[in-house]
């Protein structure tokens, strides 16, 4: 239980941005994350440092309006996350929590940032209305199309079972990689780019793409092969499309962590 005590905090952070999305308050539970993971050793005093860096980057990035500083600062966003990503920055020490879940801070923290600063969250009923039902017919249609497209190709097998600790597995897949997956590829990628490309008749088509292939890209060393990368950029795709229609990062969310909870429990899923 001690391993999990950071991230549990983590997991109220995140949480607390639906509920009152103040700085007092998540930046509390993320300091107190923090500092637990320093004590548990998760965490080292230069990699809080590299932290405090990377926040300011952040309000940085949330404060500049004029375009090229605008445009460098989300290329150095881009590619510092994608160092936390592929854990190049050293400091980070995953820990198994149970059987073969490991955790670690570098890969949330990508998410939390934006997710905390930049991305617009649902924050009403009407707001909540829109995010659970618009966007649902390309979830359902997306994910069942992906599914027989997989078994046919023979990429994935049915394998039906529990994950080991399924409800701590569920929960984490949801908070530790729906969550801050989609507030950096949709929510700030896609999002950003689609305001950078504006003023081109087929600008929010492209960003699509190019969100997608940032999102296969960080998936590599991740992917066991080159048919599950394709089916990653396949299924960016979908999550950004489920983003433009819905208008509502929630959607994603909840698109991304439902094909995640489908192939961890109905196929064959090699990173269990």
């Known amino acids: 239980m001690i391993h999990f005590l950071p991230f549990l905090f983590l997991a109220s952070a995140f949480l607390s941005l639906w509920i009152y999305r103040h700085p007092k308050l998540w930046g509390t539970l993320l300091s107190i994350s923090l500092l637990l993971g320093l004590f548990d050793g998760n965490l080292t005093s230069s990699s809080l440092l590299i932290l405090a860096g990377w926040a300011l980057l952040w309000i940085s990035y949330t404060q500049q309006k004029t375009f090229p500083i605008r445009l460098i600062l989300f290329t150095a966003l881009v590619s510092l996350s994608y160092a936390f990503k592929f854990h190049w920055i050293p400091g980070f020490s995953p820990v198994t929590i149970v059987g073969e879940l490991a955790m670690g801070f570098d890969a949330p923290l990508v998410g939390f940032f934006p997710l905390a600063l930049l991305v617009p969250l649902a924050c009403s009923t009407t707001d909540w209305k829109q995010a659970l ?74 960003s699509l793409l190019l969100s997608s292939l940032f999102f296969a890209f960080a998936h590599l060393y991740w992917s066991p092969s080159l048919a599950i990368l394709g089916f990653t950029f396949i299924a960016g795709l979908l999550y950004g499309g489920v983003y433009l229609l819905s208008g509502k990062i929630e959607s994603a969310i909840l698109c991304h962590f439902l094909l995640n909870f489908i192939h961890m429990t109905f196929f064959s899923y090699h990173a269990m």
């Not at 908070?175 to 999002?191: H, S």
């Open 133 to 206: 039902t618009k966007g649902v017919w390309l979830t359902a249609l997306g994910i069942s199309a992906m599914a027989l497209i997989a078994i046919a190709s023979g990429t994935v097998h049915w394998a039906l079972k529990w994950p080991s600790s399924p409800a701590l597995r569920y929960l984490t897949n949801l908070i530790f990689t729906a969550m801050p997956e989609e507030a950096f590829y949709r929510g700030f990628i896609q999002r950003e780019l689609g305001h950078f490309f504006q003023p081109w008749k087929r600008g929010k088509l492209f």
